[in-house]
Every structure is written in C-alpha cells, then in structure tokens.
C-alpha cells in the first residue's frame, strides 16, 4: 500500500513539471505574447495629406484654384490661376528641401488711368488689358507647408484705350508675351493656400485652393 501511494505520488509530481515545461514553451512561442508597446507598421501613404507626403519623403503635389488682387505698377487688376503637378523628376538631392515642379494656366485683368497736361493743355485716359497665360513654376518647399517658387509664363495680351475724347482713336492692342515671376505660398489647413507673387504685372496677393 505504501509503495502504490509513493508511485502515485511520483507520477503526479512529474505531471505537474511536464505541465509547466509546456507552458512555459507555449508562452516564448506563442505571437500573442510580444512585448507590450510595439510601434503598429506605418500607415500607408495618403496623396491627399501634404504631411504624409513629406513625411515619406516628397513634396506636396499640390493642385487647385487660385485668386489674387494685382497692383501693377500705377494700375489695379485682378487674376486667377489653376495648378496641375507636373510629374517631372525632382532636382534637389540631398538637401533638407524638396522640390517639384507645377503647370499653372489662367488669366489677369489690369486697369491703368494716365494723366498728362501742362499751361493750356492736357488730358487723361485709360487702358484695360486681358493676359490669358499658361506657365510652369519650380516649387521648393521649405517644410510641408511653405514654398517658395519662380516661374515662367507666356501669353497673348490684348488690350483697349478708352476715355481719350472725340478727337483721339480709340487704338486697341494684341501681342505675345512673356513674363518670369518669383512667389512664395503657405498652406494653412483644409486646402486653404496664402499666395504672394511679383512680377512683370507688379504685385499679386491672394488664396488658394490647393490639395
């Protein structure tokens, strides 16, 4: 009777030590038991999101609307541009900025009014001219919210005098052109864009739409 009770009791111990050996390996084997506080893999990228953009090493590709006052020199004016991204390869390596390059198409609406005269003579008049305009700009992002670019357009302008009295034509006007500019833009949330730019038609403020 003892000698049953002692093998009982042996092969008890033994199980419960074949048990915890098991467990044991189940718990260095078992996925579930990584450590606590593992980063999650990153999220995939999002070409809506200036940030994931920059983030996973690209500038913003950015396209929409844009409007602006102008004061040229000595006039006032008023424009409108809309910008593509350009899948052109970037420039900038290396470097703590990015680039990438747009298409911008639009047109502005300049006014001027002139005043001349002198003792026994003088007179005023006016000239409106319309710029439709296609260019391309170089982007160069400082961050994922600020640029600043130069640019390149060309366009045809036309353009009409008026207010030069009976005796005097009223001449009109048409020529290509060209122009180079340099701005900067900022973009401040949910596609909302500050731009600033100067040029040939003088200075241009305004807003974007730009995502």
């Known amino acids: 009777m003892r000698t049953f009770t002692a093998t009982s009791s042996l092969l008890t111990v033994t199980l419960l030590s074949m ?6 390996a189940g718990a260095m084997t078992d996925p579930a038991a990584a450590p606590a506080g593992q980063s999650a893999p990153p999220t995939a990228y999002s070409s809506g999101s200036t940030s994931a953009a920059w983030g996973n090493g690209g500038a913003p590709a950015m396209h929409g609307p844009s409007v602006w006052g102008i004061l040229p020199w000595g006039g006032v004016g008023v424009g409108g541009r809309f910008m593509l991204p350009l899948n052109f390869p970037p420039l900038l390596r290396n470097t703590q900025f990015r680039d990438n390059f747009a298409l911008e198409f639009g047109a502005d609406l300049l006014h001027w009014n002139y005043n001349f005269g002198f003792a026994g003579f003088g007179y005023s008049y006016s000239w409106t001219e319309v710029l439709p305009v296609v260019g391309a ?5 400082v961050n994922d919210r600020f640029a600043f670019y130069p640019k390149l357009e060309i366009g045809y302008a036309f353009g009409w005098f008026s207010d030069l009295g009976n005796n005097m034509a009223q001449a009109s006007y048409g020529g290509v052109f060209a122009d180079g500019a340099v701005g900067a833009l900022y973009n401040l949330s949910g596609g909302l864009t500050l731009r600033a730019e100067v040029g040939y038609a003088g200075l241009k403020l305004g807003a974007g739409w730009l995502f």
Do not use: K
């Not at 048990?19 to 044991?24: F, K, L, N, Q």
């Open 137 to 141: 700009m170089w982007n160069i992002w």
């Open 19 to 24: 048990s915890g050996t098991a467990a044991r």
